[in-house]
């Protein structure tokens, strides 16, 4: 299932799939149980970030914050467009979520390494942590983050 998701995520078809409104279905379930008792948080490494993102795009008011870290955003042009129109928009969604990314071996550097989050940063607020690695995959791995 995660590698049907990762393909696509990679062709750009993956915000509309029905799996993705499976996992949109499955949060709106846990808001009707648990309602506004419970403050939610959204996390997710990947495609875990992908599907974060998402449902926090939907469904932001029942959710604080949503901190994704090395989104796959994949081929998604309607994406892209919007981060294009960054200083335009004005998604009240926006404001809460948290992008973290891994950078390059150096600071001064205007692209990202890691080539499968490489656009997931331009929503909300972006931090990118610069770390020495050895591949790509490395660069993507959430291990990263843990050091």
């Known amino acids: 299932s995660d590698f ?3 393909l696509k995520i990679l062709r750009g078809n ?3 799939s029905k799996k993705m409104k499976e996992y949109i279905k499955d949060f709106e379930e846990i808001l009707k149980k648990f309602g506004k008792k419970y403050k939610y948080f959204l996390t997710g490494h990947s495609l875990g970030g992908r599907i974060a993102f998402e449902i926090y795009r939907k469904k932001y008011y029942g959710i604080k914050e949503c901190h994704i870290f090395n989104a796959g955003f994949g081929l998604d042009l309607e994406y892209y467009k919007d981060i294009l129109k960054t200083k335009k928009r004005d998604y009240p969604w926006e404001k809460n979520i948290y992008n ?3 950078g390059g071996k150096l600071k001064e550097t205007t692209l990202d390494d890691d080539p499968i989050s490489v656009l997931s ?3 909300g ?3 990118t942590f610069y770390e020495n690695f050895n591949s790509y995959f490395a ?4 291990n990263e983050f843990l050091k």
Do not use: Q
Not at 139 to 142: F, K, P, R
């Open 125 to 127: 607020k972006s931090y």
């Open 139 to 142: 660069a993507h791995s959430i």
């Open 121 to 123: 940063g331009g929503y």
């Open 100 to 102: 973290y990314h891994i």
């Open 14 to 16: 993956f915000r509309d």
């Open 4 to 6: 049907k998701n990762n």
